[in-house]
């Protein structure tokens, strides 16, 4: 008898395992530059974590959950997410809860019974930070920015960065009364989930993916006019640090995502490369979640980034060429000591650096460094020995100018591409 995997589950290859690495190399380096530590986070948990946490009526929940129960009679969740998960971990775990600021990021498998297409698993992998201690928009721009960062690592190109902000328990109730009146007077055309989710949670509605109830979402009222002033500010905050950081963005004013748990800011980075499943990372602000799951009141922001959707963009990408910051050229033989030396020098600067050790021309030297790719060269003969200098060469604009040796490294970190 031979075996067929489950549906919506991927084996991933030796072949595809590089974009793999290059994947998740990006998210841990970014994470890292933004102060994030990481997290392990079981892949099961009590069920009723995912039902207060992300929402009865939500998708999620409702439908796609791999649950099951244990030999002692509890019920069970494959996770379908990471962040009810890390909330859950937060609140058990007093050294990090009692910290101002707690930064964590996680990778790991998610599961979740959709119907299974192109770029939408049963399993599949997010890497996910969450920020939690602290209700400034500023964090809420830097989880955005950090996932930009990301994206633009990986060489992503042609996505969007939808953002919105979804209020608050102070200001939300009137705006749910108003979208509850509009979808009342339009309830035949509803498909048979939303006419229950009228009453219970008609924000779900937005997110549903039905002609019908799609349709009626052009001229649905739209929250960021129903927003109190302390939402609007942190709104427009958000806003003017992402403008300020020249990343660009569109507000979509029903941007209200697939999970119960967001207050104030949404955001997803959407593409059309995907196919019918447009984002490849989506995060926002839930202010009250940890409290719901049982903890201090603690504001908190995140994302989570789906990786087989990642691999699907980048694939199709080629990965930038490698390429060195400098190379060393000496004019003699008798310079390779000393060359060999700034090597070493720069290198423990954090500089990547390389250096052709034949002794051959300096013709021969330069033809080795084309094939490295190297930013710089840095040219050694008699002049710069004696002066304590040397000539660092631009190779892609050919300009060169003499520097002092001990002023090199810090030039070349300037001067990255
Ligand atoms: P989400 O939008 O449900 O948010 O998922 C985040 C990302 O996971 C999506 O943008 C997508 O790239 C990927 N993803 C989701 N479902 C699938 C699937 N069936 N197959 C492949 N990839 C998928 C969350 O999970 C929230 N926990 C994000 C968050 C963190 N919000 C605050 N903190």
């Known amino acids: 008898m031979s075996f067929t995997k489950a549906p919506g589950v991927e084996d991933i290859f030796p072949d595809r395992i590089p974009v793999w690495n290059r994947i998740t190399a990006s998210a841990r380096r970014n994470f890292e530059l933004f102060n994030f530590r990481e997290v392990i986070i079981p892949v099961m948990e ?4 995912f039902s207060r946490g992300i929402g009865d009526e939500t998708d999620i929940v ?15 969740t494959l996770r379908p997410e990471g962040t009810a998960s890390v909330v859950r971990a937060y609140n058990e775990n007093g050294e990090y809860n009692r910290l101002s600021v ?22 599949f992998n997010q890497f996910g930070a969450e920020l939690f201690g602290d209700d400034s928009p500023f964090y809420d721009y830097e989880v955005i920015s950090m996932m930009n960062s990301i994206a633009i690592d990986l060489g992503i190109l042609n996505y969007e960065l939808l953002i919105n902000s979804i209020g608050c ?15 009342q007077s339009n309830k035949s055309v509803l498909c048979e989930d939303c006419v229950k989710r009228l009453e219970k949670n008609p924000l779900r509605i937005l997110d549903c993916k039905k002609d019908g109830c799609k349709a009626l979402k052009d001229a649905a009222p739209v929250l960021p006019e129903f927003l109190c002033s302390s939402c609007a500010d942190h709104h427009s905050s958000v806003k003017s640090y992402l403008s300020g950081a020249g990343i660009a963005f569109r507000e979509d004013p029903f941007l209200v995502r697939g999970l119960d748990y967001y207050a104030k800011t949404t955001f997803e980075f959407v593409t059309t490369a995907l196919g019918g499943q ?8 839930y202010n009250k979640l940890v409290e719901i799951l049982g903890g201090k009141p603690t504001p908190a922001v995140g994302f989570a980034a789906g990786i087989e959707r990642l691999m699907i963009l980048t ?15 000496y004019s003699d033989e008798k310079y390779f000591q ?18 052709d050790p034949s002794g051959k021309s300096m013709k021969s030297q330069m033809k080795k460094m084309d094939r490295e790719n190297a930013r710089f060269a840095l040219i050694i003969g008699d002049e710069e020995i004696n002066e304590k200098t040397v000539t660092v060469k631009d190779t892609a604009t050919r300009e060169q100018q003499k520097i002092s040796e001990g002023e090199v490294s810090a030039f070349i970190k300037n001067n990255k591409r």
Not at 46 to 49: A, V, W
Not at 62 to 76: A, I, N, P, Q, Y
Not at 102 to 123: D, N, T
Request: net charge positive; hydrophobic share 35%.
């Open 169 to 183: 328990e102070e200001c939300r109730p009137a705006y749910l009364e108003k979208l509850k009146e509009y979808y």
């Open 338 to 355: 000393h060359s060999a030396e700034l090597l070493r020098k720069l290198r423990m600067e954090g500089i990547s650096a390389d250096i």
């Open 102 to 123: 707690c930064k964590l990021f996680y990778i790991g498998s998610m599961f979740r019974a959709e119907r299974p297409q192109k770029g939408r698993l049963r399993q």
């Open 46 to 49: 009590y069920t009723e974590l």
């Open 278 to 285: 447009n984002a490849f990372a989506a995060g926002g602000r």
């Open 62 to 76: 409702s439908k796609e959950m791999f649950t099951f129960e244990d030999r002692g009679g509890r019920s069970l």
């Open 315 to 329: 694939e199709t990408n080629p990965p930038a060429p490698l390429s060195l910051d400098a190379f060393i050229i």
